[in-house]
């Protein structure tokens, strides 16, 4: 490069502020997604801890601001950020109503904060009376910025200050800690820095964080073998279902089903005339997406089951599926809304190499896509309508996410109580888009993840990574259409492994059941997934009293979630040193630190293991020289451990669920534990 050469600059090189005597700098403001293209998500009753960069030039003092309100709010309310260090402060704000809140940073370099600081450090006689002057300035105009009975207080502090005629008078004056706790409760914020930008975050209630899922066919819900069942025969199952500790009984389709290239068992393709079909098959001559079947009841049927399952703590899930039978309504009534081949056909679903004859997609693309999109936001306000607080969507990611954000942002304006749980089985930055839109939960990778290294590596993703912020994660070891390899070969162990995890890895976890319960694994051929003789396309009747079914292990496991807070949340899960792979260890925390829960499993479904498991005691505040109780929850044994290692060895697709209690001692010097 000729460095004689005249060089060409662009005639603006920067945008200069709105006014150069501002100093403070803002960077790196987190939680944040997308710089802030999307909210982050919050429960009530938590709070939302901010960090960010803020410095100036030179050595003054700067102070910096938390500034949040709810979206229906106009006023801002503040809390003062602390320094971290290296310029990095952090501050926090509870949210407590539903919907959004906005947050946003601000700093400034404070004048009397600065004089403040230099004053302490003068020890000239000269020096201090010139600074004591300069201080009552300073203090006038605060005065000026307060109201009156606190600005009567600041003038006469400033009078006191300016009249001092000693030195060591004026530095006990103007170093009163009381007075100065005034000052700055009126500072100088004229030249402010403000964050570049506000952001969001979506509150919801407790459930969006902490939920037990429990999926049922009502169809296959009747007691007497081959009848069809009814939504009567799901109210008569509700106490089997809170009797195990759920919280979400979530439904399949429950509308009717179309005729048209129905589905036979077995997902055959030619059905007899007594086959029921695939409840995703949606739509028939009885009605489409909001209707019901006529062989489960009326629309009053459903909304008493709605009701009834809030006497039992359940609350219905229902599935939403937007798709169309070949005789749905919609196909005659508005040929607009799918994509029509040459030969007059509509393409019907496809996912290689699965395919689906018996269901027509929707084209989002087509010149009627603002009609199709209003009348799909009308489905969900006919449930929300019944009743219906919590939808389970299908196959979100075969849909637009324009139209996710939209549907989902127009809904929770009006009812920021829904829960959505996105069933996204796909690539990873999908999965996380749907989230990032406004998915309250996704379905996860979890059923296909089992060795030590592969439980570990995502699921430190998934409560570690950026991700957390938005990315709730729904863990499911089976559903109708998933039945792992491991579950199939693994036996009675390799479900209650799957349990376990399942149930102490995540706040949100679900089953398919009776399936899970009743341990069904048999496959529709070898190398599939799956099951045969799937509930998707047929009546099952399933023997709820079987002597080797999982209820009693499901129901006590679901107690200790309720009963442990450190089992409500996600981000406190770490995981622990234990020398054999075969074994999984880790632990989590309450927020306040009282409850510590200790998980340990076998991931073998064959033989049984031991290993030695590893503490930090520093971290749990244990004196490593003095022995503390772990309390096995699922058995009710008590042992005592010393040290940080210590000994553990578990049958076949077992696993303790451990509670630490500290050794407390009475002033009579008798030792207990809590």
Not at 32 to 49: A, L, N, S
Not at 349 to 364: G, L, V
Not at 430 to 439: D, E, I, N, Q, S
Request: net charge neutral.
């Amino acid at each position: 490069m000729n460095v004689d050469a005249p060089q060409t600059l662009p005639e603006k090189v920067s945008a200069a502020p709105r006014d150069g005597r501002v100093r403070a700098v803002i960077e790196a403001v987190r939680p944040e997604v997308d710089c802030g293209r999307f909210p982050i998500k919050r429960v009530i009753g938590e709070r939302v801890v901010v960090e960010a960069d803020a410095f100036a030039d030179g050595h003054d003092v700067l102070v910096c601001v938390l500034r949040y309100r709810h979206e229906a709010d106009s006023e801002w309310r503040e809390a003062a950020m602390k320094p971290l260090g290296n310029d990095r402060w952090r501050g926090s704000f509870p949210v407590e109503r539903l919907g959004r809140y906005r947050y946003t940073v601000t700093a400034w370099v404070d004048p009397f904060l600065s004089w403040r600081h230099e004053f302490a450090r003068r020890s000239e006689a000269e020096d201090i009376l010139v600074a004591a002057q300069v201080g009552a300035r300073l203090i006038l105009e605060a005065a000026e910025r307060a109201p009156t009975t606190e600005a009567q207080a600041l003038r006469e502090w400033a009078g006191r200050l300016a009249q001092g005629r000693e030195a060591g008078e004026a530095r006990r004056i103007g170093l009163d800690e009381g007075l100065a706790e005034l000052a700055m409760r009126h500072p100088d914020r004229r030249l402010a820095a403000h964050a570049g930008r506000e952001l969001e975050v979506v509150v919801d209630r407790v459930r969006a964080r902490f939920s037990t899922w429990y999926e049922l066919f009502p169809r296959s819900a009747s007691p007497e073998p081959g009848r069809h069942g009814t939504f009567r025969d799901v109210e008569a199952r509700l106490a089997y279902i809170a009797s195990m500790g759920f919280d979400v009984l979530y439904l399949p389709p429950i509308h009717p089903i179309g005729r048209v290239r129905r589905k036979g068992k077995n997902n055959t393709l030619e059905a007899s005339p007594d086959d029921v079909g695939s409840p995703w098959a949606i739509g028939a001559v009885e009605g489409g997406h909001k209707a019901v079947h006529p062989q489960l009841g009326t629309l009053a049927d459903f909304r008493r089951l709605v009701e009834k399952a809030r006497e039992h703590g359940l609350e219905i899930a229902l599935d939403i599926a937007f798709q169309c039978a070949p005789d749905h309504p919609y196909v005659k009534e508005h040929p607009e809304w799918f994509r029509w081949r040459p030969d007059g056909t509509v393409q019907y679903a496809e996912n290689p190499p699965k395919k689906y004859q018996d269901i027509y997609p929707f084209h989002f693309e087509g010149e009627a896509w603002a009609s199709l999109w209003a009348e799909l936001k009308s489905v969900f306000e006919f449930w929300i309508e019944q009743g219906v607080r919590i939808f389970r969507v299908d196959n979100p990611h075969t849909k637009p996410f324009p139209f996710w954000e939209w549907v989902i942002g127009e809904l929770k304006r009006k009812h920021p109580e829904l829960i959505f749980l996105s069933e996204a089985f796909t690539r990873p930055k999908v999965m996380h888009r749907l989230a990032k839109l406004g998915f309250t939960q996704s379905y996860t990778y979890f059923a296909w993840r089992n060795t030590k290294q592969e439980l570990t590596a995502y699921f430190t993703e998934l409560t570690q990574g950026e991700g957390r912020e938005y990315f709730r994660p729904n863990v499911w070891p089976n559903t109708p259409d998933i039945l792992t390899e491991f579950l199939q070969f693994g036996g009675r162990p390799a479900f209650t492994c799957r349990l376990l995890l399942a149930a102490t890895l995540a706040a949100s976890y679900g089953i398919y059941g009776p399936a899970f319960e009743l341990q069904e694994r048999e496959p529709r051929e070898p190398g599939s997934e799956e099951y045969k003789d799937s509930e998707k396309y047929q009546l099952r009747h399933w023997d709820l009293d079987r002597s080797d079914s999982l209820r009693d292990l499901i129901a006590r496991v679901n107690a200790i979630r309720r009963e442990n807070p450190a089992l409500q949340a996600d981000w406190s899960l770490r995981f622990l040193p234990v020398d054999n792979d075969q074994l999984i260890a880790y632990m989590k925390s309450s927020e306040d630190g009282s409850n510590v829960m200790v998980m340990v499993v076998n991931l073998d479904p064959y033989h049984a293991q031991a290993g030695w498991v590893e503490l930090d005691l520093e971290a749990l505040g244990l004196d490593p020289r003095s022995s503390y109780q772990m309390h096995e929850l699922l058995s009710g044994a008590r042992y005592l451990w010393t040290g940080a290692r210590n000994f553990v060895q578990l049958a076949p697709g077992m696993g303790h669920v451990f509670r630490l209690r500290r050794r407390v001692r009475t002033e009579r010097d008798f030792d207990y534990f809590m």
